[in-house]
């Protein structure tokens, strides 16, 4: 009820501002604190896959804050928290690239031979690529220029969203191997997400074709 009661309560334009200042600040925290520690000599052992795996793990959960927007609207009528879809969709295409170019320069220094060897030997590492190399374009297209040129293009480009995340998690799921707990845990997280819109989708559909059986029934009686 909290919750209900806190996304309904429609923020003033200053209060977005502040909001969405807010959350930009804090997305930086896990990058300050990857910078801070890289200074200071305190990314442990083996400091490239703490950065590998620090900047895939903030990548994943911030795509998963940005699905979570829409499923707000659903359940409470609401849509002022889609004004910070594109700000958390930009700072997770950040996140993943930080973790794609931390994989090709620093583990790998640009070699492509043993990229490709590394990707046959383990398919998370193409999994992981394929969801990069999807987000590029929602980049590219996430201003409103973009949105006018492609006009209904625009949203069907950005559909593939889903695709990314659960390409994500398979990524994650695949990595870890054995202990699969966190990467369940985040599959389950996308499960609520995406069935919440399919539900609601659903029901939608039902409400037309009923509407269309009722207008039917009118002609002819």
């Known amino acids: 009820m909290a919750i209900k009661q806190f996304f309904q309560h429609t923020p003033s ?6 909001i969405k200042s807010t959350l930009f600040l804090l997305c930086l925290v896990p990058f300050t604190r990857l910078v801070w520690l890289g200074v200071y000599d305190g990314l442990g052992a083996n400091p490239v896959e703490f ?5 895939g793990f903030w990548a994943l959960l911030i795509l998963l804050a940005t ?3 829409t499923p707000v609207r659903l359940l409470w009528g609401v849509t002022w928290q889609l004004q910070f879809r594109r700000m958390f969709g930009l700072m997770m295409f950040f996140y993943a690239s930080l973790h794609i170019t931390t994989y090709l320069w620093l583990d790998y220094g640009f070699d492509w031979a043993d990229i490709i060897k590394d990707i046959i030997k383990h398919p998370y590492v193409l999994v992981g690529a394929a969801a990069y190399l999807l987000t590029v374009p929602l980049a590219v297209t996430s201003n409103q220029y973009m949105m006018q040129v492609l006009r209904q293009h625009w949203k069907q480009l950005h559909l593939s969203v889903y695709l990314i995340a659960t390409l994500g998690v398979v990524h994650f799921w695949w990595l870890v ?9 985040y599959a389950v997280v996308l499960a ?3 069935g919440v819109r399919l539900y609601y989708k659903l029901r939608q559909m039902k409400l037309k074709v009923d509407r269309a059986r009722k207008v039917k029934l009118s002609a002819v009686i």
């Open 67 to 69: 699905l979570s927007l």
């Open 192 to 194: 609520l997400l995406l």
């Open 13 to 18: 334009r200053r209060q977005i501002s502040w």
């Open 177 to 185: 191997k054995k202990d699969i707990r966190e990467p369940l845990f």
């Open 51 to 55: 950065v590998e795996r620090s900047t």
